[in-house]
């Protein structure tokens, strides 16, 4: 079974959305509910029952309207952001915001397609373009200064409760937690009878916890119970949980022969799954965790802990009760293999002479068998108590044929005196040859390295720079690590007369990425044009006060946005005076702004770091 199947249900709606509709009036009809609930439980007299009965009908009927209306305004929700964006747009950049009807729609259809995504790899990278779409709106939509008035709504996955936040942050971070749902689920389809299967799911449950970690370094302070950090620390253990689980299943799938150094591995991969599961158990009985998880999740995790914790004293114990020396065994190995499986031997008792004496075996082997059995039972005893795992029928037979076996094995092995001749079986010591570790989402392989690429960082469009190396010299080195920055430029070179300037970060050359190259990679491949045409494309670092900085002209503080109706926002220096002098002494029209601070009143910026 699935330990956590999450769907997170978006449903966005505007502040203005009146009468019984406001979230206030939602707390009184969900008392009145309970309460109606509660009283037709209790009460004994019929008539009572049956007036319960007609007011729930008329709950029932109200819910139904608010279905519906809910529905009308999820439908209508791309319009009002649509004008949300149009208008901030005229407002905020004097621009006609239906210039952008085709992207804000673009937009709007990938949000309406994360709302009801399918359970696939496609999906996630669905999920993940959002993500990172929300970043360039938070840039350029939502000042940290001012407050929108518009409201990101979505439902707590564990209470249900509705949440809504006027910022982005409950937006990425309900994205962020709804790819972690998805890989879970992708992880769960997997079909787990094949090496590659099992794979495929251990590297979806690690994305799952790799992804539920950074949403909780990374923002810690959602409104979300389902995210606060304590408990997307259990949902984190909850995914490693399984990908050990599921490593176990990998190195067991191929069979699980009667042989020394077989059994001492499969038996500390056992034990290795019951410690974390027990890791988690621990960790869902803890406050302000315990009081929200679902009951079932608990249950299964302590039903696991103990019936791996029974497989790895059974395996244990077979290992003991069959091993015999035969001519030609490696004593040396197998003495140093046992040693590892305790932490301590038990008293009286060393690897070497438990190996060589077969009633010393059996009997420690007999002690691991009893300890099979009480985990076993404690797990079945677990797994009866939940109303929910009671309804896994595949679980049940799982647990009581493992215990099953365990209990005949022992009885074939059972003498009169065993009571007699107790040894207290020690734990087997955890281990495992696959470390489980979880996998970071690689946003950052989308923009740049995360060193440089960052998003309280504003950058200039790629500049296109064509130049040649001049008797095999490019007039400019290379310093820092991933991406490079040209240094140390020749004004008079090539590259120079084209357009770079020192300080540019090189992000492609010959349309080859080389934000992750390394100095001396992006060297190599430079050199390798020789004396040819480079068309190489660099970034360069704008202030943190504009988006667009102020050329170094005559006009000062003006910024020239259009030229006759040309475009100019885009332009360089040189491209903006072509075209300025293209019209010769004819009457040139063209448009200007100028930047203000917060208090409307006219500012410069720094000229030196570069021209747009």
Request: glycine residues 4%.
């Amino acid at each position: 079974p699935a330990w956590w199947c999450a769907p997170v249900v978006p449903a966005p709606w505007e502040a203005e959305a009146g009468g019984w509709l406001q979230p206030g009036n939602w707390d009184t009809c969900l008392r009145a509910l309970l309460s109606l609930f509660s009283l037709n439980r209790v009460a004994a007299n019929p008539k009572v029952r049956e007036q319960v009965r007609l007011e729930l009908s008329f709950v029932n009927s109200d819910l139904q309207m608010l279905k519906e209306e809910l529905e009308g305004l999820n439908i209508s929700v791309g319009y009002l952001t649509s004008f949300f964006f149009k208008d901030f747009i005229l407002e905020h950049y004097s621009e006609d915001g239906y210039l952008y009807e085709d992207e804000i729609t673009d937009l709007m259809d990938l949000r309406q397609a994360c709302r009801t995504p399918s359970r696939d790899e496609a999906r996630v990278e669905l999920l993940m373009t959002y993500f990172i779409q929300l970043g360039f709106v938070e840039n350029r939509f939502f000042p940290p200064t001012r407050q929108m008035g518009f409201l990101f709504t979505w439902y707590d996955s564990l209470t249900g409760v509705l949440v809504s936040q006027q910022n982005l942050l409950l937006e990425k971070a309900s994205v962020l937690f709804n790819t972690g749902a998805l890989y879970t689920q992708i992880g769960t389809r997997r079909y787990r009878q094949t090496q590659a299967g099992l794979q495929s799911a251990i590297d979806a449950f690690q994305r799952a916890a790799g992804v539920l970690n950074y949403l909780k370094e990374t923002f810690t302070h959602t409104p979300s119970y389902d995210m606060i950090p304590a408990m997307l620390s259990v949902l984190v253990k909850m995914m490693l949980a399984q990908t050990q689980e599921s490593v176990f299943e990998k190195i067991s799938l191929p069979g699980i022969w009667n042989e020394f150094f077989m059994l001492v591995k499969v038996a500390q991969e056992a034990a290795k799954v019951g410690e974390v599961c027990q890791q988690l158990h621990a960790a869902m009985s803890q406050a302000p965790v315990k009081e929200n998880i679902l009951y079932s999740w608990a249950s299964l995790a302590c039903v696991k802990a103990h019936h791996y914790a029974a497989l790895a004293h059974y395996f244990t114990a077979i290992l003991l009760i069959d091993h015999q020396v035969k001519p030609g065994t490696d004593l040396d190995h197998q003495e140093k293999c046992l040693s590892q499986l305790y932490d301590h031997m038990p008293e009286g008792l060393t690897p070497l002479a438990t190996l060589k004496n077969d009633q010393q075996r059996r009997q420690l082997g007999k002690s691991h068998l009893r300890r099979a059995m009480a985990h076993h039972e404690e797990s079945v005893r677990e797994a009866s108590i939940c109303k929910k795992l009671q309804s896994i029928d595949v679980l049940q037979k799982v647990l009581c044929a493992a215990q099953e076996h365990s209990r005949l094995t022992y009885a074939q092995h059972q003498e009169d005196d065993d009571l007699l001749n107790l040894i207290d079986a020690p734990s087997v010591v955890a281990k495992t040859e696959q470390e489980v570790d979880i996998i970071l989402p690689q946003f950052s392989k989308l923009t740049g390295p995360l060193s440089v690429f960052l998003a309280n960082k504003q950058w200039t469009p790629p500049q296109s720079i064509h130049f040649t190396a001049e008797e095999g010299d490019l007039g400019f080195t290379l310093r820092g690590n991933a991406p490079v920055e040209v240094h140390f430029l020749d004004p008079y070179c090539s590259a120079s007369v084209a357009g770079a300037r020192e300080g540019d970060y090189i992000v492609s050359i010959q349309l080859e990425n080389c934000k992750w190259l390394t100095v001396s990679e992006v060297m190599k491949l430079l050199k390798s044009f020789g004396e040819d045409k480079i068309e190489m494309k660099a970034v360069s670092l704008l202030d943190s006060t504009s988006s667009v900085v102020s050329t170094d002209t005559s006009l000062g503080r003006d910024y020239i946005v259009s030229i006759q109706l040309v475009d100019c926002k885009w332009l360089t220096v040189s491209e903006v005076m072509k075209l300025l002098k293209s019209f010769g002494e004819d009457e040139i029209e063209m448009k200007v702004v100028r930047l203000l601070d917060s208090t409307s009143s006219m500012v410069s910026t720094d000229t030196s770091l570069g021209s747009q």
